[in-house]
């Protein structure tokens, strides 16, 4: 072929070739939320901690994922995080259509389902994945700082009155199992739909204490002078000078229950996904995850906002789930016995 590089043609072929497939590999890649939205789901009130981690995942995982989806928040209160675990486990949240990643109030709403604690739960630690774990921390016993109650032992033969949203969320399981294990005689207020709105509640001297994560009372609790009592969780998370449960606690039936709900810490941050969510919108929300706590632009303003963050991990928030779902027949019988 007079003029013409046959050589020449064909590299510029294949240049294009290989330069459509990338475009194409790149592009699909990317596809998958393009144009889509996923919502955030918090199993609580606008007012707490929780409500407050869900805006800053909101913020801040949209930037990690391929496709620059929407991303929603709603707050769906109501039983201390039974009401969003029920709906997504009904598939009246179609979680096979549209991304739906919730945040359950505080550790225990998972875990407690494994017993359960109520007969309104329809849903199941097996019914969920973890897709991001961003914070490991104790809950913490607190009550309000001009009562005379110094320690836990303090409140044996006391009345004292605790906010809580719902019958199986922390609040109200923690201040009953005092009840049971220090002699007491806490009443449980139901019907607030934040911490924020519990913490309000104690100024107000509609009731006396408050069980809640950490963080949340750090940065929600300044309204009033609480005093902390006493801390549920991984010792190695627990400030100095506020006891740990398990350091109290001689009874080996009240130690179980202690334990099981100390280890559950690992889910007071967690987000997690139906398990019906796509195997591929998983792996991407994920590894979204994990890039966003590696941010330093996310490390940098949770440092500002003074929002904890670290000491968890999606694997390990995994095998606790896993943990959960195939709880030991005669360990889940002596936990019913003494949640009733």
Request: proline share 6%.
């Amino acid at each position: 072929m007079d003029g013409i590089n046959v050589r020449t043609i064909s590299a510029a072929v294949g240049g294009i070739l290989i330069g459509l497939l990338l475009t194409f590999n790149t592009s699909a890649k990317g596809e998958y939320y393009s144009g889509k939205t996923i919502t955030i789901l918090v199993g609580a009130g606008p007012s707490g901690g929780t409500s407050m981690y869900g805006h800053l995942v909101k913020q801040f995982l949209g930037k990690h994922i391929p496709g620059n989806p929407d991303i929603i928040l709603q707050n769906k209160p109501g039983g201390g995080g039974i009401k969003m675990g029920n709906l997504l486990q009904s598939g009246k949240l179609d979680s096979t259509k549209r991304t739906y990643v919730a945040l359950f109030p505080g550790a225990f709403p998972l875990p407690a389902a494994a017993i359960p604690v109520s007969d309104k739960i329809t849903y199941g630690p097996a019914d969920f994945v973890a897709v991001g774990a961003l914070l490991n921390e104790p809950a913490i016993v607190a009550v309000r700082a001009n009562t005379n109650v110094k320690s836990v032992y303090d409140l044996a033969g006391k009345g004292l009155r605790w906010g809580s949203g719902g019958r199986g969320a922390s609040p109200s399981l923690v201040p009953l199992f005092i009840n049971k294990t220090f002699g007491a005689n806490n009443k449980i207020v139901l019907g607030y739909k934040g911490s924020g709105t519990m913490i309000k509640a104690i100024a107000g001297n509609e009731t006396d204490g408050v069980v809640l994560a950490l963080s949340t009372l750090k940065k929600k609790g300044g309204i009033v002078p609480l005093r902390y009592i006493l801390a549920i969780g991984d010792k190695s998370t627990i400030p100095a000078g506020i006891p740990d449960i398990m350091d109290l606690v001689d009874n080996e039936q009240d130690r179980i229950f202690w334990k099981f709900f100390a280890d559950s810490n690992i889910f007071a941050r967690t987000f997690v996904v139906h398990k019906s969510t796509p195997t591929k919108a998983q792996e991407i929300l994920t590894k979204a995850f994990d890039d966003m706590m590696a941010s330093p632009e996310f490390i940098a303003f949770c440092k500002e906002k003074k929002l904890p963050i670290g000491g968890a991990t999606t694997e390990a928030a995994n095998k606790a789930l896993a943990f959960y779902a195939n709880l030991d027949p005669v360990l889940r019988k002596q936990l019913q016995d003494m949640v009733k």
